[in-house]
């Protein structure tokens, strides 16, 4: 995606709209220490290769003990492959209050190919992971090419939707008035 146009918060927002987080988590991130998004991504195939890609992978959010003028701004590993969409995500979430000091670290742990379209694997995860009682593995879907801006924005939601139990929990210890 080419961001040296004039507006590449545009182009940003057609990919984050590109992707999708199909069965979400609804558990808030901890307030201290590091919290763990597993999750399976479902990637659609390209024109030479009509097979889906399965990866399951995790993603480790971490908040520093103590934070300096190195650590103030958010941190993304192993999310795009493309610099200048990486650049674009930090600098828009360098802006948000719930994304100051926090490391995200992507680490897929297995993938393969399968034959079942993105639409009847996303159904077959689903299925498991209702027979499993499995709430805290989320599903995500994403075009060719764009798997790390559906894990990205997976990680993201769940630190925007954290933020106020986040909040709530600092003012309970004492650490922000009431």
Do not use: C
């Amino acid at each position: 995606m080419d961001f040296s146009s004039n507006d590449p918060e545009r182009a940003f927002l057609r990919l984050w709209n590109a992707v999708e987080v199909v069965r979400p988590v609804h558990y808030s991130l901890f307030t201290f220490g590091e919290s763990e998004l597993p999750y399976y991504l479902v990637v659609d195939s390209d024109a030479q290769n009509p097979m889906v890609k399965l990866a399951r992978g995790t993603v480790r959010v971490t908040r520093p003990l103590i934070i300096t003028p190195n650590n103030t701004q958010p941190e993304f590993e192993n999310f795009f492959e493309d610099d200048g969409v990486n650049q674009v995500a930090k600098f828009l979430l360098s802006r948000q209050a719930a994304f100051s000091h926090l490391r995200f670290d992507n680490r897929e742990t297995q993938e393969r190919l399968v034959t079942d379209s993105v639409e009847e694997m996303v159904e077959k995860l689903t299925r498991q992971l209702d027979a499993e009682e499995e709430d805290r593995v989320a599903i995500l879907k994403a075009p060719h090419g764009m798997g790390g801006v559906a894990v990205f924005r997976y990680a993201a939601e769940r630190v925007m939707q954290s933020a106020r139990d986040n909040i709530q929990e600092l003012r309970e210890r004492g650490f922000l008035p009431d």
